[in-house]
């Protein structure tokens, strides 16, 4: 038979490694449910940081939305006044044509075609000479007036163009 001291330690020391086991267990345990309570508040405060983000995305692209309809209706807003001028222009420029011929609107004399010299024959040998050169003087006023008319209208939709794009409001 085994002798008593030794029984008595071998119990102590089965005491002893159960209690270890315990504690360690219950440590493990503890810790793990304290773990899980910092992973829990973790993964809310992460839930709470998408959904701001989440909102401000959303307010971001509805913002977004509302810029790039301000600027396509500022856009065809211009390009329609654009046409209407490029047509103003045209007519400006018939008028201008027509005010040259009629004698209503006199230009400057850089504008006049050289007259014949008295005695030139060959100005005199083509018939109508005067004429022609009178009609493309009003016909080159018109271009020009028409021109310069659709000159502006561009420059008009350019500018309208990038007010709409920057964001600066007439």
Known sequence: MIP?????AYVKAAIGVT???VVFGSGVSCGRRVGQAQVERQAKAHAKTLAGIAAKTEKARQAMQAYTSYVQDRYVEAASRYERDKVAAYNRGRDAALAVRRGDLRLRDEWACPRAAAG???AAAVPG???AADELRAAGAGRLV???ADADALARLCKST???IYGVKP
């Open 4 to 8: 008593p001291l030794p029984v008595m």
């Open 19 to 21: 209690v270890l086991v």
């Open 120 to 122: 030139d024959v060959q």
């Open 129 to 131: 000479a005067t004429a």
């Open 146 to 148: 028409q021109v310069g």
């Open 162 to 164: 990038l007010d709409a």
